[in-house]
């Protein structure tokens, strides 16, 4: 399984951006699909979650701009961002927790995405 996301660039403050991460390989189910992010001297924070039912979770910072969704017949999550702000400024990771086929596994395995970077000039 791999997970390839993209999106990132250059924004001003104010502007927005869509993040996209796409799953591919040996897939049964995905459950849970999140964004993270990791800006530079800091420790990696959630930014959003979405289950296989809908349900979404955010971090507060960005709720109310930020928006995740979720296609499970691209196995793609999307994370559509608004009103940027400087310290926005990361790299974005996406997450996906896989249910295999074709495996004795029953159980999911998270798999990361490589990151794609998210630069907020003010």
């Known amino acids: 399984v791999q997970l390839q996301a993209s999106g990132g660039g250059l924004v001003q403050s104010g502007g927005s951006l869509r993040l996209s991460c796409a799953a591919s390989g040996s897939i049964f189910r995905v459950n849970d699909m999140g964004w993270y992010r990791q800006a530079p001297g800091k420790q990696r924070e959630l930014v959003a979650t979405i289950d296989r039912f809908g349900a979404t979770n955010y971090a507060e910072s960005v709720t109310g701009r930020f928006t995740i969704s979720r296609d499970d017949a691209k196995l793609t999550v999307y994370l559509q961002m608004n009103s940027l702000k400087p310290e926005d400024t990361a790299v974005y990771y996406c997450?996906?927790?896989?249910?295999?086929?074709?495996?004795?596994?029953?159980?999911?395995?998270?798999?990361w995405g490589q990151g794609t970077l998210v630069t907020v000039s003010s």
């Open positions: 997450s996906q927790s896989v249910v295999e086929a074709n495996t004795k596994v029953t159980h999911p395995i998270d798999y």
